[in-house]
């Protein structure tokens, strides 16, 4: 079984669309690797580093992302939701997120840092206390999603309802502060 497991490893330009996965990664750290359209079903990665990896359209139904972090890393068209909930955590710097999913998924206290999150869908999930420094949403989707405590001072494009999110404590700038009125279609000089 040992076998399957890789503890304190770095893999470089791997492509894994060819290269056999382990079962479980733990401490490891992948640059330049490529988990487009990779089955990452049932894999466990555990405070493991990805940098400018591609993770476009993987297949993440129960893969378990344990204090994980992304950074540079391209990860278009993923399911979130889809990944094991279990300890489920991770960051994101300069990482391109769009037409990604978090739907209902509790991911509190989560940093998305100079992040391209273009139409991402966050409907339904527990973004309390997340930090969104430098984020574009552009026609990303709130609906019912607990964002209280989050930080979004310097995002921008965002429109959300506070009708229909927690937004309490949330935390705006005087520049983007519109991306809440925008349902009441207002024109403000």
């Given at each position: 079984m040992e076998e399957n497991i890789a503890w304190d490893q770095e893999f470089e330009q791997l492509d894994f669309k060819n290269s056999p996965l382990k079962n479980e990664y733990e401490n490891c750290h992948f640059k330049t690797c490529n988990f487009s359209d990779v089955k990452l079903a049932g894999i466990i990665?555990?405070?493991?580093?990805?940098?400018?990896?591609?993770?476009?359209?993987?297949?993440?139904?129960?893969?378990?992302?344990?204090?994980?972090?992304?950074?540079?890393?391209?990860?278009?068209?993923?399911?979130?939701?889809e990944c094991d909930d279990f300890l489920l955590s991770f960051s994101f710097e300069n990482c391109d997120l769009s037409f990604s999913s978090f739907f209902q998924l509790k991911i509190p206290k989560t940093v998305f840092k100079n992040c391209k999150m273009q139409q991402v869908e966050f409907s339904g999930a527990d973004c309390s206390g997340a930090n969104f420094t430098e984020v574009d949403f552009t026609n990303a989707s709130f609906g019912h999603t607990n964002l209280e405590k989050a930080d979004?001072?310097?995002a921008h494009h965002f429109s959300i309802d506070p009708e229909q999110n927690s937004l309490a404590n949330a935390k705006f700038s005087q520049e983007n502060i519109l991306g809440l009125l925008t349902k009441y279609k207002l024109k403000v000089y």
């Open positions: 990665f555990s405070e493991c580093t990805f940098q400018e990896c591609d993770f476009s359209t993987a297949n993440l139904n129960n893969a378990a992302l344990r204090d994980c972090k992304f950074s540079s890393c391209k990860m278009l068209g993923l399911r979130f939701e979004f001072r310097s």
